[in-house]
């Protein structure tokens, strides 16, 4: 299913605009849009506290799609959901790990009722959902592509989301340059297939940048294989 049949272009554009310009420099459109899909699943998943009035209730509507991931990996039919249908094909597509996507959804559960409030919860939770994401997307672009510096590189994009949110955690600005410091030790055994996974990374520090301004820094780091 191609990105733009369901919207979810569209709606990671707007919801999620740094992983979106990241993934303007896949090249292989089927990929594109398997990642697409995976980082609308994302969105979804993020919009669960904002539609609801409670951290109960937003704990339900996360519930609802973590079965709707037991229904994808039982292999029968799945719920009538445009994101949950596209990510079944994804999944059987690219034979994605479940894991990863369980401790996306667990991540954000846990958020509702802990919020991230220091230095090793925002590392946590950037690890859980952003890490996880960067892992599975990298997988879908190269399968050889080895997990823990993707990982790393991917808790960037986390810290990013944190800070964009509202979040203030003692020293994340010296968190984010560790973090980035760190992901460019190991940078280099990320394939350049597989770098746009985790390119948003290098928009950690450009928070409230334009947008004109994000692609430019974006398109350096992807010429340098750099964050």
Known sequence: MAATDGGFDDAVRKGDP????????????????????????????????????SPMTADIRLAWWSEA??????????????????????????????????????????ALFTPVADRAGAISWADDVAGS????????????????????AGRLTGLAMLARSGLSVEGMAELVAETREGANRVITTISAQAFPAVAAGALARYAGASELSRRLHLTWAVARGRL
């Open 133 to 152: 994401a960067a892992w599975l997307a990298a997988r879908i672009l190269d399968p050889a592509v080895p997990e823990a510096p993707v990982c790393l």
């Open 69 to 110: 991931l037991d229904e994808i990996s039982a292999g029968g039919s799945v719920r009538a959901h445009p994101v949950v249908q596209a990510m079944a094909s994804v999944i059987a597509a690219y034979g994605l790990d479940k894991a990863p996507l369980d401790s996306i959804i667990s991540a954000r559960r846990e």
């Open 18 to 53: 740094d992983r979106w310009l990241a993934s303007r420099f896949i090249g292989d459109p089927a990929r594109r849009d398997a990642v697409v899909v995976l980082y609308a699943f994302d969105l979804e998943l993020a919009r669960a506290p904002r539609v609801t009035t």
